[in-house]
């Protein structure tokens, strides 16, 4: 039989503390990991508010929650007012998204509240102004100038389209597939809605008289919602041409 002597034993016992100090540590890693990652994950990061609202975590609860926007930045560039579908300017679109919030949960003094503001959405940026009347001529021309707007943005921007064959003739077409599919967002499911618009209606409509008609007319069959062909069609092209490409823009780093 084999016997340890003194030394090393001693040997041993160190050799044995070592992994067992090695396992705790690990586990306490483990743990500080964890812990961290508790502390580092936002609750809120999964919640998505209502027009008007942020998220807040609740300590008393545990538990993240929506409320109406606490406070907006003041506001002194005239380009960033907003006009509500009440023809009333507010100082920015936060101004104009926290008091129609305050107003539907009574957070603010009743005094202060119309049927309007509970009511409200922002129908343009800028200031409220008379906007002249859409002219038949712009509105025929509307079409060429947006394929031509589309066409220089794509051109000037990072965006490109793979497996393109770079046919320069329609280049155009890429373009407004691209905007469709930037369009398509909320949700992404290749129709875009009234709601969708908005990202290019309104910082258009004090511009352009026109914008409103041309995007109405794009909706053909009025169901509220514009497929890719029908966007096509009220931009000049030909449904074989609006081909799905939405996977295939990516961004130049
Ligand atoms: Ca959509």
């Known amino acids: 039989m ?17 992994i067992v100090a090695s396992i705790e540590c690990k586990n306490d890693q483990s743990e500080l990991t964890k812990s961290v990652t508790e502390v580092v994950e936002d609750p809120c990061a999964s919640i998505k508010c209502g027009f008007g609202q942020e998220c807040v975590f609740d300590h008393d609860n545990n538990e993240a929650e929506c409320i109406c926007i606490r406070a907006c930045p003041q ?3 005239l380009r960033r007012r907003v006009c509500s579908n009440y023809n009333e300017t507010w100082q920015s679109d936060c101004h104009l998204m926290k008091h129609r919030c305050d107003c539907l949960e ?7 509240c119309t049927y309007e503001h509970k009511h409200m959405h922002i ?12 002219q038949d001529d712009v509105l025929e ?7 031509d707007w589309l066409d220089n943005i794509i051109s000037l921007s990072r965006v490109e389209v793979t497996e393109s064959k770079q046919d320069m003739a329609h280049k155009w077409i890429d373009a407004i597939i691209w905007k ?25 409509l004090s511009m352009e008289s026109c914008i409103s008609d041309f995007l109405d007319g794009c909706d053909s069959n009025a169901d509220h919602k514009i497929t890719l062909v029908e966007w096509g069609k009220c931009l000049g092209a030909s449904p074989d041409e609006m081909k799905d490409k939405c996977n295939q823009f990516i961004s130049k780093v």
Request: charged share 35%.
């Open 141 to 147: 021309d509307f079409p060429r100038r947006m394929r």
């Open 2 to 18: 084999y016997h340890l002597d003194n030394v090393e034993w001693t040997k041993c016992w160190a050799l044995l503390l070592l």
């Open 180 to 204: 469709f599919c930037d369009l398509d967002k909320e949700p992404h499911d290749r129709y875009v809605s009234r709601h969708e618009l908005f990202p290019l209606r309104a910082p258009l």
């Open 106 to 112: 009574e957070q603010t003094d009743s005094k202060y």
């Open 123 to 134: 129908d343009y940026y800028g200031e409220c102004k008379d906007i002249e009347p859409c």
């Open 75 to 77: 506001n002194d560039d």
